[in-house]
Every structure is written in structure tokens, then in C-alpha cells.
T-cell receptor, first 113, second 113 residues
Framework: EPEVTQTPSHQVTQMGQEVILRCVPI?????FYWYRQILGQKVEFLVS????????KSEIFDDQFSVERPDGSNFTLKIRSTKLEDSAMYFC???????????FGPGTRLLVL | GESVGLHLPTLSVQEGDNSIINCAYS??????FIWYKQESGKGPQFIID?????DKRQGQRVTVLLNKTVKHLSLQIAATQPGDSAVYFC????????????FGQGTELSVKP
């Protein structure tokens, strides 16, 4: 069964450093998402991406964040200058069409020191 | 504002009993709802979904009930097993366009053998 994959599974970085989180969505999916989950809290929407552009973003997704689909398979989230409060699990999700279910990847645990 | 919340943060049941997990949502325009299961260190796993034109949907050992009058969603798990132990989130799709999901706080289900 196809699934969303994410790399790395864990990332430790120093405050102020740039990180890139990678995702490979399910191959025939067209809609892509990033969410984050701070430890012990609920999953929060960051950004949605369709047709090579951002379709919606939350207030969390400020100028330090960017997303890219550099090729036909990868979907990346970049944080330019990480802050301590960026420490969280970051989940990628994808879906095939509007109105269908989003499927989530296993997440990347980001720790900013 | 938009919010999806859960009535009970924890639920402990005996193996073989039925479990009921509840969720309240506030956006009356939402037309699509999903239950996800999240095991420790993993991403949300799709369980079952329901659209607003239905009030009940059944899957394998799971049933979702939707009461639009009081904006309430529930997940029923029949014959709960130890493998069902996880955190369960309801999620709401408020616009079904960009497709962002708004998650509730989560209920931790603990199944005692």
C-alpha cells in the first residue's frame, strides 16, 4: 500500500540554523500539506500546496518558512532560521483530489537547541 | 472562531468492551470529518470519515456518528483490543477547498487486558 514517507526521522539543530524537512507524497496525489505537533498538543495546520503554489497558510507559517516541490516526487519544508519554539513533530500529508482523505507521513521530530 | 475539541482527554476501557470517543466542533459550515489514530512516535493514521450529508458510517469495528444539530461527532470502537490503545483525534475540514484540517485536542484510549 502506498504511503507518505519523510526524512529525516529526527533532526537536531542549533537555534538560527536552517533546516530542510523532506517528504515524498503518495505518487498520484496532487494536494500536499505540512502540519506540526508540539509535544503533547494537537496537530496544527501550517500550509497547503497545489499546482505548484501555496493555496493556504496559517499564521504559524511566517516568512521563516517556505515550501517547495523541486521535482515530481519531493515536497520540502524549509525553516530559514530556527527558533527554540520550532521544536515539534512535523508531518507531511497528501491527498489525491478535493474532498478526499489526507494521508500522513510518519513525521520528522525537530529539536532546536 | 474555528475550533474542534474533545470532551474527555483520557479513556480507559477493558479489553473486549466497546469504546466511545466524543468530539465537538464549532464550524457549522464544515462538511467533512475524519477520525485519526496516532500511536506514540507515529503520524496520524486514517480510521474513518464522514460527510455532512450522513449521520452514521460504519467500518470494520468502528462507527462514526455525526449530529449536526449539536455539532457533535463520536467514534465507537467495538470489542476494543490492546492494539487500539492510542490517541484519537477528530479533524474537521472547514471549507473542503484548500483542504486544511483542523484537529481536536485528542483523547488517549488505554485498553486494559
Amino acid at each position: 500500500e502506498p504511503e507518505v514517507t519523510q526524512t529525516p526521522s529526527h533532526q537536531v539543530t542549533q537555534m538560527g540554523q536552517e533546516v530542510i524537512l523532506r517528504c515524498v507524497p503518495i505518487s498520484n496525489h496532487l494536494y500536499f500539506y505540512w502540519y506540526r505537533q508540539i509535544l503533547g498538543q494537537k496537530v496544527e495546520f501550517l500550509v497547503s500546496f497545489y499546482n505548484n503554489e501555496i493555496s493556504e497558510k496559517s499564521e504559524i507559517f511566517d516568512d521563516q518558512f517556505s515550501v517547495e516541490r523541486p521535482d515530481g516526487s519531493n515536497f520540502t519544508l524549509k525553516i530559514r532560521s530556527t527558533k527554540l519554539e520550532d521544536s515539534a513533530m512535523y508531518f507531511c500529508a497528501s491527498k489525491r483530489e478535493q474532498g478526499e482523505t489526507q494521508y500522513f507521513g510518519p513525521g520528522t521530530r525537530l529539536l532546536v537547541l | 472562531g474555528e475550533s474542534v475539541g474533545l470532551h474527555l482527554p483520557t479513556l480507559s476501557v477493558q479489553e473486549g468492551d466497546n469504546s466511545i470517543i466524543n468530539c465537538a466542533y464549532s464550524n457549522s459550515a464544515s462538511d467533512y470529518f475524519i477520525w485519526y489514530k496516532q500511536e506514540s512516535g507515529k503520524g496520524p493514521q486514517f480510521i474513518i470519515d464522514i460527510r455532512s450529508n450522513m449521520d452514521k458510517r460504519q467500518g470494520q469495528r468502528v462507527t462514526v456518528l455525526l449530529n449536526k444539530t449539536v455539532k457533535h461527532l463520536s467514534l465507537q470502537i467495538a470489542a476494543t483490543q490492546p492494539g487500539d490503545s492510542a490517541v484519537y483525534f477528530c479533524a474537521e475540514n472547514p471549507d473542503n477547498q484548500g483542504g486544511k484540517l483542523i484537529f481536536g485536542q485528542g483523547t488517549e484510549l488505554s485498553v486494559k487486558p
